[in-house]
C-alpha cells in the first residue's frame, strides 16, 4: 500500500526526534567502576555496598548530593559512611572535577 511508506517514514522520524531528546547520560559508571576510578588501590571499594544499598547509579549521587556546581553535600558522607578524612577528599576533588 502506497500510504504505509509515509506512514513507516513519520514513524521513523518521530523516533529519530525521540533519541535526540533524550540527553545522553554523562555519569554512565556503575558505582564500583566510579570507586575504582577514583582510587586505583581499591580503597574506596569498601563503601560500595553502603553506596549501593542506598542508591542506584551514580547518576543519582549526583542528582540527589550536588546542589552546588562541584560541591557534593557533607550528608553524603554520613550516608555512606565514609569517615576518614582523605577518603572525603577523593571524593571532594571527583565531584569538584566532574560535577562543575
Known amino acids: 500500500t502506497p500510504s504505509a511508506a509515509p ?15 533524550i540527553p545522553p547520560r554523562k555519569f ?3 558505582i564500583k567502576d566510579w570507586l575504582q576510578s577514583m582510587d ?4 574506596l571499594a569498601q563503601y560500595h555496598d553502603g553506596i549501593a544499598s542506598k542508591l542506584d547509579s551514580l547518576e543519582q549521587i549526583v542528582d540527589v548530593y550536588v546542589k552546588a556546581p562541584g560541591e557534593v553535600n557533607a550528608q553524603f558522607f554520613t550516608d555512606a559512611g565514609i569517615k576518614k578524612l582523605g577518603h572525603k577528599r577523593l571524593f571532594e576533588k ?3 572535577d566532574n560535577c562543575a
Open 7 to 21: 506512514a513507516s517514514a513519520a514513524a521513523e522520524a518521530a523516533m529519530q526526534v525521540r533519541k535526540e531528546a
Open 94 to 96: 571527583w565531584f569538584r
Open 40 to 43: 586505583d588501590s581499591g580503597f
Open 28 to 30: 554512565d559508571l556503575s
